[in-house]
């Protein structure tokens, strides 16, 4: 529609506005649950430490990084740990917010209840981001196409359920959504330009910065950055100069960052080293952060290419999930086929494309432990602007059979497509809208694995100059508001951090345990999982529950269990532990 159109599009169009800001309000204060991203917790954390301490430091402690740290001698502290693993972009602008907000820092559910506030606050964030996405995306839709495909586009995306979840879940793909989105805008824009004949530079080096933005917001966009590069050298008129222009503010951001890693840790790469040799090897990426003992992985050609091949035969069966089961995106493939007569919109499209298939070569090589979920699934990143182009299409197609009738002749097959695309909204948003009404801040969270009304105690029950070791320590250190080391691989690693952080004035309070570790397909995954050397604290808070004590090797310490989470089982009302704080003494409350 344009700007200026009246009568029944200018109401449609309010319409649509009132609706989307709806959705988001909706998200936000009536269904939400609190954080679901441990990567999101673990930037919040941060985004608090930077508010009130001004510096880059961290409550979570990943092995890996502080080995590093040990090795370039910096002799760290668990409880003011310098941060190099995180993306600093999203923490830094929630911190601002978090500023203004000192006296709610601190999770409390007896006084504030049991939605963290700044949880809400993260959540408002998340949906002006995909508001912005929206707009974003119907403006790249009318430049390459017209007012019909970007209607239909918007439409997906206001009813994409996943894609709200994933908003208000806290993760750094919440915010990478809109910076693609305006990426992909701004390319549109430069092709169109460029068929023109019409300067490009400036809105080239606007797609630079955001390239850049991308970065820093999260890892693994360098991915969709190179295949952004790729686009404008091959499929740009006089691209390979403005290629340089592009590549010039990542080029310059990576420098900086690693500039500033290599006074923190000795290594340029810093904490990110982890997760490319995550993707040069067999090894997951989140075993190579919890080791404490870090060697470069022997590449294995042979089984590097089977995880690869694995990891699209699951990514690839789940497209539809991993696209927010948004139909016009899907379609996007058939459009691969289809010769666009607009040079803008065949430009875009291939472009497009090869971020796709560089995005699929870097989640295979990465691997997605918890599939669509995975903080590392960047497939949903590129759904609205497949959408577009799946959505020209179902036009295109439809258009050919001649239906008889003006708006089943125009919205026949598009309006299929976007009921089929509404049904996880129909499902899914009337049983949470009830809970959310009914039970107010009372509406069940992310459990399991994540409970926060019952981590806010281990702040309570530990000293200012002691910290605890968790298999989520995202989830403790955000809710908890303790430092808190990533569980380690080698069961050994643990002896030698204690041993570092008491030389430094800092004692170990004990261990952490959730759901986390004890996620798995069969109970033998246990003893040969990731956590397998941890078996003993993974089984014994659920093995309480048969009145069977699964004591730990005599020399460790830390056998006295605290109950987080106590469940009963049984006719003699045994207690099942899936959440334990094992500490070496008694505790009481400190007031």
């Known amino acids: 529609m344009s700007p200026n159109s009246s009568g029944p599009g200018a109401l449609l169009r309010l319409v649509f506005y009132a609706a989307a800001l709806v959705m988001a309000l909706l998200h936000v204060f009536v269904t939400f649950r609190g954080l679901s991203s441990a990567e999101g917790m673990n930037q919040a954390q941060l985004a608090r430490q930077i508010a009130r301490t001004g510096s880059y430091q961290t409550h979570v402690v990943q092995p890996y990084a502080w080995a590093q740290m040990e090795s370039a001698q910096k002799k760290p502290l668990p409880l003011a740990m310098p941060e190099t693993v995180q993306t600093p972009l999203q923490p830094l602008l929630w911190s601002v917010a978090f500023r203004f907000m000192k006296p709610w820092q601190v999770y409390d559910p007896v006084e504030g209840g049991a939605v963290f506030l700044l949880d809400r606050v993260i959540a408002c964030f998340g949906v002006t981001w995909y508001l912005l996405t929206i707009f974003f995306t ?12 970007a209607a239909i586009t918007a439409i997906a995306l206001l009813v994409c359920e996943p894609a709200w979840e994933l908003m208000v879940s806290g993760s750094p793909r919440a915010m990478l959504v809109p910076l693609f989105a305006l990426a992909f805008r701004l390319y549109a824009s430069a092709a169109g330009r460029a ?35 790729i686009g404008v050298a091959a499929f740009l008129p006089r691209g390979r100069a403005g290629v340089i222009v592009v590549a010039l503010f990542p080029a310059l951001v990576l420098v900086a960052w690693g500039w500033w890693n290599a006074q923190l840790c000795g290594d340029p790469l810093g904490g990110i080293k982890a997760l490319f040799q995550a993707q040069s090897s067999a090894v997951a990426h989140d075993s190579l952060l919890r080791d404490f003992s870090p060697s470069v992985p022997l590449l294995q050609v042979d089984d590097l290419l089977r995880r690869v091949g694995l990891g699209w035969q699951d990514q690839f069966a789940l497209l539809i999930a991993h696209l927010g089961y948004v139909v016009p995106a899907l379609m996007f493939f058939l459009a691969l086929l289809h010769r666009f007569r607009k040079a803008d919109a065949a430009s875009a499209r291939w472009m497009l494309a090869v971020v796709f298939v560089l995005v699929a070569l870097g989640m ?9 979920k995975d903080d590392n699934a960047l497939y949903i990143v590129l759904m609205p602007a497949m959408s577009t182009f799946g959505a020209a299409m179902l036009v295109v197609l439809w258009s050919r059979f001649q239906i008889s009738g003006e708006f089943m002749a125009r919205w026949g097959a598009p309006m299929v497509a976007l009921i089929i695309t509404a049904l996880p909204m129909a499902v899914n948003l009337p049983v949470l809208m009830k809970f959310g009404l009914t039970m107010g801040g009372k509406i069940p969270p992310h459990w399991p ?33 303790v430092p808190c080391v990533n569980l380690s691989t080698q069961r050994a690693d643990y002896e030698l951090m204690k041993t570092k952080a008491e030389e430094r004035g800092v004692k170990l309070a004990g261990f952490v345990m959730t759901p986390v570790s004890a996620k798995v397909e069969r109970i033998t995954d246990v003893y040969t999982g990731p956590y397998s050397e941890w078996r003993d604290l993974v089984i014994r808070g659920p093995m309480l529950a048969f009145d069977r004590d699964f004591s730990p090797s005599p020399e460790f310490p830390f056998k006295i269990p605290i109950p987080l989470v106590g469940l009963p089982v049984g006719e003699k009302e045994h207690l ?14 400190r007031k």
């Open 449 to 481: 694995p994540f409970l926060p009304e019952r981590a806010y105690i281990l702040r309570l029950l530990m000293e200012k100059d002691e910290f605890v070791i968790s298999d989520s320590p995202a989830f403790v250190a955000w809710y908890g508001d």
């Open 138 to 149: 119907h403006g790249a839709a009318r430049r390459l196409f017209d007012e019909q495909v």
């Open 195 to 229: 068929a023109e004949n019409r300067g490009t530079l400036l809105i080239q080096a606007l797609l630079g910065m955001v390239c850049a933005l991308m970065v820093l917001t999260h890892w693994m966009a360098l991915w969709i950055v190179l295949g952004i590069l």
């Open 364 to 372: 295979g090589l990465l691997g997605l432990v918890d599939k669509e």
């Open 576 to 589: 099942s532990l899936p959440m334990v704080f094992y500490t070496d003494k008694a505790r009481t409350i």
